[in-house]
């Protein structure tokens, strides 16, 4: 109970400092190393996500974030109590491999804490598992719906902004066309990172369009 109770009260707090635009969440590794104009190239190490595919609109969206927040919060095998992390990601291509990926080995599986970001596309919706978590540490989902999945160390070309995410395609393309003349080549299909709560101010929101490149 007290465990179950320090759990909440700090999801509680984070969520309070996250309406100002605050992020105490941990996010997946990574280094710059590289920018073309706005748009920052990453390299990110090999991490783990919790995935659901959910049917197009707001209602599949919605009931995907639930399986996942259920995941994290002790509905797997371990009874596990996961940190939320950030981004969540929403995409088809969130574990696209560039040409430095590697494959990592192991099993899934119990309750996490939430990461940032969240992984978001129009199919599938992602948390990332906080570092100390590879495939055979994670606790095995309850529900078969959610899957957990190994994500390759990437490269990723990401576009940052504020505001609402309605108008996401918008700047997947802008990433697309600014990569363009770059030595920086998409490899699939561009997918979404979302930072904060959907109550957080419009203007402090950290939104990302984000594609896995690699060099021409």
């Known amino acids: 109970m007290a465990q ?17 635009g605050l992020r105490l969440y941990e996010e997946p590794r990574h ?3 590289d920018r073309v104009e706005t748009v920052e190239i990453r ?4 991490r783990v996500a919790a995935a659901v595919e959910f049917l197009p609109g707001e209602a599949g969206r919605g009931e995907a974030f639930k399986l996942l927040f ?3 919060s002790g509905a797997n095998t ?13 995409g088809e291509n969130l574990a696209a491999k560039d040409q430095g990926a590697k494959d990592e080995e192991g099993g899934a599986r119990e309750r996490l804490a939430m990461t940032a970001p969240v992984l978001s596309s129009d199919s599938k919706l992602a948390f990332y598992l906080p570092a100390a978590y590879d495939l055979a540490t994670a606790p095995t989902p309850l529900d078969a719906r959610v899957k957990i999945e190994a994500v390759p160390a990437q490269t990723v070309a990401v576009l940052r902004f504020s505001g609402f995410g309605g108008i996401a395609w918008l700047r997947q393309r802008q990433l697309v066309s600014t990569l363009a003349p770059s030595k920086w080549r998409p ?9 904060d709560a959907p109550f957080t101010l419009p203007f402090l929101r950290r939104n990302e ?3 896995v ?3 021409r």
Do not use: H, Q
């Open 31 to 33: 280094t710059i190393i």
């Open 43 to 46: 390299r990110y190490d090999p």
């Open 187 to 195: 490899v699939g299909e561009a997918f979404m990172l979302y930072y």
């Open 70 to 72: 259920a995941y994290i």
């Open 4 to 20: 179950a109770i320090s759990y909440y009260g700090l999801l509680a707090i984070e969520t309070l400092f996250n309406v100002f």
């Open 209 to 211: 369009a984000a594609v």
């Open 213 to 215: 490149v690699e060099a």
């Open 78 to 90: 371990k009874a596990d109590r996961i940190a939320m992390t950030a981004p969540v990601a929403v």
